[in-house]
């Protein structure tokens, strides 16, 4: 079909918006934010915690921001989404690079078609894997935030609500995951396309020895026909 060679081209530009996703999910400090529920109502200030610093913003005018001292003060949840965020970034790299060295049009592994597919499989691996590496902590952070919000034990300043950096992150681990899907049919339908031109090639070589084959067959039957014939 025509439009197959399209999807290459798609995953990459769709590879793209992950990585771009990815990264401003990591950066943005909106992963957790205040809420105002019952004796906080304290809505000129509101609170920002992010994976590398938390802000504070006053009456939409003044934002005040601060880096971490430590990496030991983040809850659990925080840390581990650190690692795996930067883990998510390193590894959508690496699969639009890997897509594109798959490419047909890409000229780094020349006509060699089986070695591409094999690059293309991969590259939609690590696409699959990103989307877990980048789902996993968004999730976790915010089944933290609801789970803390309707604990009876947690005064109401200590209650946070779920921040925009955890849409933005939902959104690319989608957009990665069609990413992979995508990758990994075009793969399929290129693989199939190699066992059929192997398939293709074996039966032309095999029907070139059968003829070869009988043509000598022939041509020592005709030699002792005539051996015959003149004993």
């Known amino acids: 079909i025509y439009w197959y060679p399209l999807l290459i081209e798609t ?7 992950g990585l771009c996703g990815t990264i401003a999910t990591t950066a ?3 992963w957790k934010i205040s809420a105002f529920i019952g004796a906080n ?5 509101e609170l920002w915690e992010g994976l590398w610093m938390n802000c504070y913003r006053q009456a939409n005018i003044n934002m005040q921001c601060k880096v971490y001292d430590s990496l030991l003060i983040l809850p659990p949840e925080l840390q581990a989404a650190r690692g795996l965020m930067c883990v998510s970034i390193v590894l959508v790299v690496i699969s639009l690079v890997l897509t594109g060295c798959g490419s047909q049009k890409n000229s780094c592994l020349g006509d060699n078609l089986k070695s591409k597919n094999i690059i293309l499989a991969l590259g939609g ?3 699959l894997l990103s989307f877990l590496t980048t789902l996993i902590p968004v999730s ?3 089944h933290t935030v609801i789970s ?3 604990n009876p034990t947690l005064l109401d300043a200590q209650k946070r609500e779920i921040g925009q950096a955890l849409f933005i992150g939902w959104a ?3 957009v990665l995951l069609i990413t992979g899907i995508i990758v990994l049919f075009r793969f399929s339908k290129r693989r199939r396309k190699e066992e059929q031109l192997y398939n293709e090639t074996y039966y032309m070589v095999e029907r070139d020895e059968q003829k070869g084959h009988s043509v000598d067959l022939s041509r020592t039957q005709s030699s ?3 051996h015959q014939e003149y004993v």
Do not use: D, H, R
């Open 11 to 17: 995953s990459l530009v769709l590879g793209a918006i």
């Open 28 to 30: 943005l400090p909106t």
């Open 41 to 45: 109502i304290i809505v000129m200030e």
């Open 125 to 127: 691996s690590v696409f």
């Open 140 to 142: 976790w952070v915010a």
């Open 148 to 150: 803390n919000f309707y």
């Open 172 to 174: 690319t681990s989608g």
């Open 224 to 226: 002792f026909q005539k």
